[in-house]
């Protein structure tokens, strides 16, 4: 089986932040989103994947990944000249999954589950498809499954102003090489996509079985800024534990499941965790409150911060108090003495003064 991972798009969502990054690449608890996915992919030993990139972003997401070895994939790069919609990516990706199976896997996607005996079932079993589902809350929001009592789904729906169920479809998908002539066959959404949607309604009309299974842990968007930090609680409070690597004086307190990495240095200042602060960071006369990342080569003075993404090589300097708020790279913000409560979202090598 192969992986096929979507890491296109333009992440207007997320925006100021990705004017200059790929959302794929924001980290959460200091992890790039997309290494989330391509750890999940290596866990159940699918080996060669294939990842989707736009001609905006693709270079930076070929930086960071490298040649995949270090995860111990071996990667394809596939471009995708324009956001066609996810069949579309696996049009453009035909030439590289070829007759195999595959998994696709939205590169902006988290889930607290492991794909490894999702896998297994799919590669063991006789369907054409198998899609991953999650009860939510707000099911018009998304794409939409219907299913019978074994599982086997009998109709897909995109965004139903009034839902039948409340299974929306998680960015993972197992298909077979049926799906490409599902593709040719269906025509652009009213949008000028080619949706997957479509594709897998098509296996559905034709008489193919399409199987489903509802995944218990937790399941990420995280396309917008509080959703961005809402992934960080989620993925801080389970999986943080309490690692210190780095230098703190006896005139500072870290609180709980704190991780200090190596190279970091904390002076005066107290961590109440979950947090994680990266290597080379500065912590002086400051509060870190819980659910806060902190990139590596930052340094905060003087200041008091949480659930909060911090990303690399910030200065937060003598500010009364930050909440809510997703930081890019190089950023500065300082306080000439105002005091004030800051939520904001601030894109890379921004400087503000309060």
Not at 251 to 276: A, C, F, H, M
């Amino acid at each position: 089986m192969k992986g096929l991972v979507l890491s296109g798009g333009k992440g207007t969502r997320l925006r100021p932040i990705t004017h200059t990054a790929a959302k794929q690449l924001v980290p959460v608890a200091n992890k790039p989103i997309l290494f989330f996915v391509l750890e999940n992919l290596a866990a159940a030993d699918v080996k060669d994947v294939g990842i989707v990139v736009s001609p905006e972003t693709g270079s930076s997401i070929r930086a960071a990944v490298g040649d995949g070895s270090a995860l111990g994939l071996q990667i394809t790069w596939i471009e995708q000249s324009h956001p066609g919609g996810l069949a579309h990516a696996v049009k453009v990706a035909r030439p590289f999954l070829q007759d195999s199976s595959f998994v696709m896997y939205l590169g902006d996607n988290l889930i607290g589950s492991r794909i490894s005996s999702f896998a297994a079932e799919f590669q063991h079993g006789d369907a054409a498809a198998q899609i991953l589902l999650k009860q939510v809350d707000n099911p018009s929001a998304f794409g939409i499954a219907t299913v019978d009592t074994s599982g086997k789904v009998t109709k897909l729906i995109e965004k139903p102003q009034d839902p039948p169920s409340d299974l929306a479809l998680v960015g993972v998908y197992f298909f077979t090489p049926s799906i490409h002539d599902a593709i040719d066959a269906i025509r652009p959404s009213t949008r000028g996509e080619l949706e997957i949607t479509d594709a897998i309604q098509y296996l559905l009309d034709t008489g193919a079985k399409v199987e489903s299974r509802i995944i218990e842990d937790w399941w990420l968007d995280t396309g917008k800024k509080d959703d961005l930090l809402a992934a960080n609680t989620t993925v801080l409070d389970a999986l943080c534990d309490r690692r210190v690597a780095g230098e703190v004086d006896g005139n500072s307190d870290l609180q709980g499941r704190v991780q200090l990495d190596e190279g970091s240095v904390v002076e005066g200042s107290r961590i109440r965790g979950p947090v994680v602060v990266g290597r080379d960071c500065r912590i002086v006369n400051s509060f870190i409150g819980p659910f806060s990342s902190i990139g590596d080569g930052s340094v905060i003075t003087d200041s008091t911060l949480q659930h909060t993404v911090i990303l690399q090589n910030c200065r937060i300097v003598g500010v009364d108090r930050i909440e809510d708020s997703l930081i890019g790279c190089n950023v500065v913000v300082r306080s000439n003495g105002t005091r004030a409560l800051l939520r904001v979202s601030l894109g890379d090598d921004s400087e503000v003064e309060i």
